[in-house]
């Protein structure tokens, strides 16, 4: 069945930038809302950002401006880009698709609504 792999995680310094990747095992997904959440110990499931088919997007606020997600030049990819980096953004970082959305793509609510799910990537930001 279809599967997310994520990458490009790793350590970085306060002020840094990582650029996250995921790939998933299916021809296209540009018509499914693909999306980034992070889970940061202690701390529930935060959404990061989403894109749909059109490439519309939503950020969190916590996020907005300094990160960037998009679809990759393979259809099958998603990236978030992340920019100035800060000890807050540490978490695992997991990228996530609802394939058949029946309405707005979300990063809040239901969660269950995105049906799959990546193993993740864990990105640490030190001081």
């Known amino acids: 069945q279809v599967q997310l792999v994520e990458s490009g995680g790793g350590s970085v310094q306060a002020g840094g930038s990582l650029r996250l990747s995921c790939v998933a095992s299916?021809?296209?997904?540009?018509?499914?809302?693909m999306a980034w959440f992070r889970q940061a110990p202690g701390k529930e499931r935060e959404g990061v950002a989403v894109?749909?088919?059109?490439?519309?997007?939503i950020y969190a606020d916590s996020v907005k401006g300094r990160f960037t997600i998009s679809q990759g030049s393979a259809k099958n990819t998603l990236i978030l880009q992340m920019n100035s980096l800060t000890p807050d953004d540490s978490a695992m970082y997991y990228c996530?698709?609802?394939?058949?959305?029946?309405?707005?793509?979300?990063?809040?609510?239901?969660?269950?609504?995105?049906?799959?799910w990546g193993q993740g990537t864990q990105v640490t930001v030190s001081s």
């Open positions: 996530a698709a609802d394939t058949q959305p029946l309405g707005d793509c979300f990063l809040e609510g239901d969660l269950n609504w995105y049906n799959l």
């Open positions: 299916i021809f296209r997904h540009s018509k499914y809302c």
């Open positions: 894109i749909d088919g059109d490439g519309n997007t």
